[in-house]
């Protein structure tokens, strides 16, 4: 697992390379699916969800939308009743379905396709349901490759 160091100027210190790092270099370390943990420099406390969270702040900032309003005052909504572990186990759930979601996407012989970010596809292609009383077969709800 990479260490690195944040100090209080800001500054992102990987102690495995013994390079300072961008947030860009963090971006490139999740997607090179890399194992780190980002520390503060004055008292070794674990900050990684702080710097992340800040990475998707300063791109909202340039314009990506990256989290629905919805969903943030609903987290601050939560956080103000107390049901932070509440949230916390619901987002986890979300990641790990998302995770898992491979096995739909990425086999070519899966009979299965789905994209758990895309529910508005899901909505559009909404099954007749209909149809599915009137067969009552799983099998005819799979989409075909």
């Known amino acids: 697992m990479i260490k690195i160091k944040k100090y209080a100027n800001r500054r992102l210190y990987n102690t495995e ?3 300072y790092i961008t947030q860009e ?3 490139n370390l999740i997607l090179n699916d890399e194992e780190f943990k980002i520390i503060n420099a004055n008292n070794n ?3 990684t969800s702080l710097v992340l ?3 998707i702040l300063d791109r909202e900032t340039r314009g990506s939308k990256i989290i629905p309003e919805e ?3 609903k987290l601050i909504i939560n956080h103000k009743r107390n049901k932070t572990n509440d949230t916390y186990t619901f987002l ?3 990641t790990n379905f998302a995770n898992a979601s491979h096995l ?3 086999n070519p012989n899966s009979e ?3 994209n758990p970010f895309d529910f508005q596809e899901y909505f559009n292609n909404k099954i007749d349901k209909d149809k599915f009383k009137k067969t009552n077969r799983p099998k005819d709800l799979i989409k075909s490759n």
């Open 17 to 19: 390379s013994s390079t």
């Open 25 to 27: 270099d963090i971006v």
């Open 45 to 47: 406390e674990d900050i």
């Open 53 to 55: 969270t800040q990475i």
């Open 71 to 73: 969903l943030l005052k």
């Open 92 to 94: 986890k759930n979300i």
């Open 104 to 106: 739909f996407e990425n």
């Open 112 to 114: 299965i396709k789905f």
